[in-house]
């Protein structure tokens, strides 16, 4: 199985930045994209950044220009950079992975979320 621990949210204030960290282990052959998603109080969840296999990154529109998503490959490690963030950037953010851990199987594997609280 695929484990994804994350670290890095808090408390910050408005215009304030965080750096979001998310780790794979366990049984990994490959991984095909990892990325974040956020869920705020009542709403669903929504993709935040996503950085996939090939390089190519998409990111929300609410989010371009503040957030820079990178991999560390070695590590297989994902990072969330979070610049001039807002009230509205409040939620739990999770990590999320499309991987193999073995030859036969492919899957969506989630961390079990990071709370980011954006307020003076």
């Known amino acids: 199985q695929v484990q994804l621990v994350e670290s890095g949210g808090g408390l910050v204030q408005p215009g304030g930045s965080l750096r979001l960290s998310c780790a794979a282990s366990?049984?990994?052959?490959?991984?095909?994209?990892m990325g974040w998603y956020r869920q705020a109080p009542g709403k669903e969840r929504e993709l935040v950044a996503v950085?996939?296999?090939?390089?190519?990154?998409q990111y929300a529109d609410f989010v371009k220009g503040r957030f820079t998503i990178s991999r560390d490959n070695a590590k297989n490690t994902v990072y969330l950079q979070m610049n001039s963030l807002k009230p509205e950037d409040t939620a739990v953010y999770y990590c999320?992975?499309?991987?193999?851990?073995?030859?036969?199987?492919?899957?969506?594997?989630w961390g079990q979320g990071t709370p980011v609280t954006v307020s003076s």
């Open positions: 999320y992975t499309d991987a193999k851990p073995d030859w036969h199987t492919r899957g969506d594997y």
């Open positions: 950085l996939r296999g090939t390089g190519s990154t």
């Open positions: 366990g049984r990994i052959i490959s991984i095909n994209a």
